[in-house]
């Protein structure tokens, strides 16, 4: 079992949609969690953290469920420009180790 | 959010030749750098940690003597990629965490393609 999984996707959705992605973590001790959005040939940006209690940023909800061992994001209102690939992040072990990175999700928001 | 440049963004060069790649933390001190490798379609694969002062950590199946990398200074890591090939090519992506930062983020330069003929 990979590390950190993702369905690949791709997620088309039409504009005003809500969508939401899954991230499967298989390290129990990890850390700490994080959403980036990666636009076709440019570099990751952080679009958020990912807290215990959850949090929201405008349209963007991130959830995690240590339980089970996933984290979500949620992005409702969906916009043209929310096309991207969203990629998720785990910090495995103590601060300052790398990520593992998801493979990512594409999502195409649809006119 | 915290600004890592990359430079250059683009580079061609020929079989053979050997090619550096810079990544500058701007406005904050950096002891670890990581180096990424991204195929087309394909997702960020870690290739390198790097550290201030101290030798790189490579990952499995990384040579450390093909992909030279030096962390010379808190705000400077450079990756050489030595006699490249066409099958180098790809798009390097560095990334770095803020040493005196309370989260634990990583911010990521640019990018550098490479394109080896």
């Known amino acids: 079992r990979k590390e950190v999984e993702q369905d690949p996707g791709p997620f088309n959705v039409p504009e005003g949609a809500t969508v939401a992605f899954n991230c499967t973590y298989s390290n129990s001790a990890s850390q700490s969690f994080f959403w980036y959005r990666q636009d076709c040939r440019k570099e990751p940006k952080l679009l958020m953290s990912?807290?215990?209690s959850g949090n929201e940023d405008g349209r963007f909800t991130a959830q995690l469920n240590r339980a089970s061992q996933y984290i979500s994001l949620l992005i409702r209102d969906s916009k043209l420009s929310d096309s991207a690939t969203y990629l998720c992040a785990v910090n495995p072990g103590s601060y300052g180790q790398n990520f593992v990175f998801g493979p990512g999700t594409r999502l195409s928001v649809l006119p | 959010g915290a600004v890592v440049s990359q430079h250059p963004s683009r580079v061609i060069c020929k079989s053979g030749t050997s090619v550096k790649i810079e990544c500058r933390s701007l406005d904050f001190q950096a002891t670890t750098m990581f180096w990424y490798r991204q195929f087309p379609k394909q997702s960020l694969m870690l290739m390198a940690t790097s550290n201030e002062g101290s030798k790189a950590t490579y990952e499995q199946g990384v040579e450390k003597d093909k992909f030279l990398i030096n962390h010379a200074s808190l705000t400077l890591s450079t990756l050489t990629v030595t006699s490249a090939h066409p099958e180098d090519s790809s798009f390097y992506i560095c990334?770095?965490?803020?040493?005196?930062?309370?989260?634990?983020?990583?911010?990521f330069g640019p990018g550098t393609r490479l394109t080896v003929l």
């Open positions: 990912v807290y215990s």
């Open positions: 990334s770095a965490r803020d040493s005196q930062g309370k989260a634990d983020t990583q911010y």
